[in-house]
């Protein structure tokens, strides 16, 4: 696969997992944490999103993903230990699989 396929690749779960953030229902106190993620993940999509669409330098889509993967490891967390259902199985592991891709050699003189 090349730069451009696994970033919509990483763009489409990315979308998965905030639709499962917006339809979480749960305690009052899980729904609001899922909702409080949600907030936090849709404009970080969103500008990774534009980013990726005006093809700019990595660093700053790295620093992106920087801050998604801080959300990431909240869903993770709340996800994995069996206290929130967020999403389908695999999207979190297809998360973290395509979540280092624009640091990746292998893609070095490719451009988003």
């Not at 997992?17 to 949600?38: H, K, M, N």
């Not at 790295?62 to 998604?68: C, K, P, Q, V």
């Not at 592991?93 to 640091?103: K, N, R, T």
Request: with cysteine; net charge negative.
């Amino acid at each position: 696969m090349g730069l451009r396929r696994d970033a919509e690749g990483l763009l489409g779960t990315l979308e998965s997992v905030a639709a499962g953030l917006a339809a979480f229902q749960g305690s009052p106190v899980q729904t609001e944490y899922a909702d409080q993620l949600c907030r936090r993940l849709v404009p970080l999509v969103e500008e990774l999103r534009s980013l990726i669409e005006e093809r700019v330098d990595r660093s700053e889509i790295m620093r992106t993903m920087a801050a998604i993967k801080e959300v990431m490891h909240e869903v993770n967390g709340a996800s994995t230990k069996g206290e929130m259902k967020i999403c389908e199985a695999g999207v979190l592991e297809a998360f973290w699989d395509l979540s280092a891709i624009f640091q990746e050699r292998r893609y070095r003189d490719e451009r988003p």
